[in-house]
């Protein structure tokens, strides 16, 4: 059997009534019991000022050891203007300083992208990688997560009522699973 594997849930959403929120915790629902979810909250990070760095805000020390504390990131995010919104880049910046101690290196990640819209925020998910890459995070290619019409797939209560895409994200969640034990560091195997 796997041993357990905590994944940090980065939400891009701010809103309360998120359907990229849905979505993660249907990912959550639908993953491998020994992942342990685990969502870090963004919304009360202040914006990223370089000079803050010898004295942090607080909120930033704690989302910070937080995410050390993961085994891999699960980003689930909106499209804001074809892109990540603020909220999310600025995260990803805290996380990431000072120089040389980025919580971000070397965890296993996978992306998914939410929008009521068709193209499943496409733009969203690739401007993410671009960062993810430079912070040097093993993201899952296959498969790529672009979910589309995503106000139709849930019910009242929030229930994920499609069945492709249940199936769909299923998958999702055995193969980023699997990418965690291919890629975490060798310390954590
Ligand atoms: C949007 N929305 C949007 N949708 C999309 O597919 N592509 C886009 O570029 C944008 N741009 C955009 C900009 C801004 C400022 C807002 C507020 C919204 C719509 C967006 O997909 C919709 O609000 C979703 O409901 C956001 O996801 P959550 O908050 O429900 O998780």
Do not use: C
């Not at 059997?1 to 629902?29: C, F």
């Not at 733009?123 to 993410?128: I, T, V």
């Amino acid at each position: 059997m796997s041993q357990p594997r905590t994944v940090a849930v980065i939400v891009g959403s701010l809103r309360k009534d998120s359907v990229t929120r849905k979505v993660a915790r249907a990912i959550e629902a639908l993953a491998p019991p020994h992942l342990k979810f685990d969502e870090i909250p963004i919304g009360d990070l202040p914006l990223y000022n370089q000079d803050s760095e010898s004295d942090p805000p607080p909120a930033d020390v704690a989302f910070r050891d937080r995410v050390r504390a993961a085994d891999a990131v699960l980003f689930a995010t909106p499209e804001y203007n074809r892109s990540v919104p603020g909220g999310l880049k600025n995260a990803l910046d805290v996380g990431s300083r000072p120089y040389g101690h980025s919580v971000w290196n070397g965890k296993p990640a996978a992306v998914v992208s939410v929008s009521p819209g068709a193209i499943g925020g496409f733009g969203a998910n690739h401007h993410l990688r671009q960062s993810l890459v430079f912070l040097n995070m093993p993201v899952l290619q296959q498969p790529e997560a672009y979910v589309g019409n995503a106000f139709s797939l849930f019910d009242e209560n929030g229930e994920l009522v499609n069945e492709a895409t249940a199936e769909f994200l299923r998958a999702f969640a055995q193969t980023f699973a699997d990418w965690i034990e291919q890629t975490a560091p060798a310390a954590a195997r």
